[in-house]
């Protein structure tokens, strides 16, 4: 049982460039989030998926895509990527639907992404 | 809108010893719930503790416990007989028990437990 995983763990992009940051869990969750975590706040919201076929917007989505592939993936992406996405990003997943927030959501490791 | 603030950035205790690291939250909402995470150096979060607001018992859970009061929308963590395993950030976080399902985060405590 991996959890959350994510890959790729650190990636380098230039100003303009686009790429796909991967998230799959394997507890059966419902639902799934990415967050992005800056120095000196704390993570902030980009997307979620409360369920499969679903997506909404969090607190910071500019400049971000989402794709919930299936039950088990859960896919971000920058479609030209900017300096201020410098960043660390996290995914996260819980069990959603009927226990309406009070489930514990779990973390991937991050992605540590830097856009020159 | 919901914020959690965390006004000590830094905070250090002896090995053994115990420390609380401070939380206070603004919400209009009157059902919620409370997260403590903790990310060590591997960066990964880690559920430490959860209280759900409709609870006047305070959770505990092993060496952690919080110190919850809703009036004043505070929410220590207290971690007991500190281990140098607990040197991490910790982050207080809350979220609605209605409308969208996301955590809001506090920007963090960084402890250190020196030996």
């Known amino acids: 049982n991996a959890g959350v995983t994510q890959t790729p763990k650190f990636q380098v992009l230039k100003t303009g460039q686009s790429m796909t940051l991967q998230c799959a869990q394997d507890?059966?969750?419902?639902?799934m989030y990415w967050y992005r975590q800056d120095p000196g706040m704390g993570l902030r919201l980009i997307y979620y998926?409360?369920?499969?076929?679903?997506?909404d917007k969090g607190e910071v989505p500019n400049g971000y895509n989402v794709s919930r592939l299936n039950k088990r993936e859960f896919s971000l992406r920058l479609e030209s990527a900017a300096p201020s996405q410098t960043s660390v990003y996290f995914c996260?997943?819980?069990?959603?639907?009927?226990?309406?927030?009070?489930?514990?959501?779990?973390f991937g490791p991050g992605t540590r992404l830097l856009v020159l | 809108a919901q914020t959690v603030t965390q006004s000590q950035p830094e905070m250090s205790v002896q090995e053994a010893e115990t420390v609380t690291l401070s939380c206070t939250y603004d919400?209009?909402?009157?059902?919620?719930?409370l997260f403590w995470y903790k990310q060590p150096p591997s960066r990964q979060m880690i559920l430490v503790i959860r209280?759900?607001?409709?609870?006047?018992q305070n959770a505990t859970e092993n060496r952690f416990s919080v110190n919850f009061q809703k009036a004043a929308k505070s929410f220590s963590l207290k971690i007991s007989d500190s281990q140098l395993g607990d040197t991490a950030m910790y982050f207080c976080?809350?979220?609605?028990?209605?409308?969208?399902?996301?955590?809001?985060f506090g920007t963090g405590t960084r402890l250190t437990v020196i030996p």
């Open positions: 209280q759900e607001a409709y609870k006047q």
């Open positions: 996260a997943s819980s069990e959603g639907l009927k226990l309406q927030g009070r489930e514990t959501q779990y």
């Open positions: 919400t209009s909402e009157s059902n919620y719930y």
């Open positions: 998926s409360a369920s499969e076929g679903t997506t």
């Open positions: 976080a809350f979220r609605p028990k209605t409308g969208a399902n996301n955590l809001f």
């Open positions: 507890m059966n969750h419902n639902s």
